[in-house]
């Protein structure tokens, strides 16, 4: 479904109160949360190949010149790129960044890695031609600032480009994420009933196409630096 044609309920979600993200975990905590998922998230990477791996390829495999994986994690979307990309991967986690390495190694692409984090990247403005980053917003203490952030170092001609996760349009489903959202979090540090759109919304990105599908929890954007 187009975002044209999505009924909008950013306004209505976004005021309401948000018990996980009122009270977000703080970067440390996130990072000794990954600390702990690294080697499970790189072993188990199939299934997210299964689940999210059209997402990203239709989403990244025509990603240009620099490219910005922001929270790359364990390189989960290095295998969607083009070769020609000239890459650049950041996460605030080693030990993710550790697993992208060796990812890094068995792929045709060129990249450094860099520990950084997000909401607050070492980077001169407009320094690369796409920013990409996946499922990771549910996790920055700060995903408004975050965002401005992949904004501030995107090229006025370049792209940001998202794969999101959120609250599920599906009723029963959601309420089951509603339920269990608390615990959810406190394990993965993952804020698994957020609205991707209200957030970009909220960081005022100028969202140029989004998508959402797999039961309304997956949403794709693509944004322009204004
Ligand atoms: C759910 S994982 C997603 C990883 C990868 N993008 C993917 O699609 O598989 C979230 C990632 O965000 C990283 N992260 C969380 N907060 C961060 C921050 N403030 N700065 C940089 N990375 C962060 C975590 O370390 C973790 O690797």
Redesign the pocket.
Known sequence: MNSTERPDRTAERSAAADPVRDRPMT?DE??A??AD??DR?YRFDFA?RLL?GRY?RRQFGDAEGRVL?????????FPYLPASVDLVG????P???AKAGDRLDGLALDGTLR??????LEFPDDSFDTVI????T?????PVA?LREMERVCDPDGRILL?EHGRSDVGPVARFQEWREDAHYAS???RWTQEPLAVAAEAGLSVREAETSFLGMITTIEARPE
């Open positions: 970067t996130i990072r949360a990954y998922q690294a998230l997210d999210a990203r994986d922001v929270a790359c994690g364990t390189g989960t979307n950041v996460d605030v986690s030990e993710m960044l520990r950084m984090d997000a909401q607050d980053s996946a499922l990771s549910c996790t920055f203490p700060d975050a794969v993965a540090g993952c």
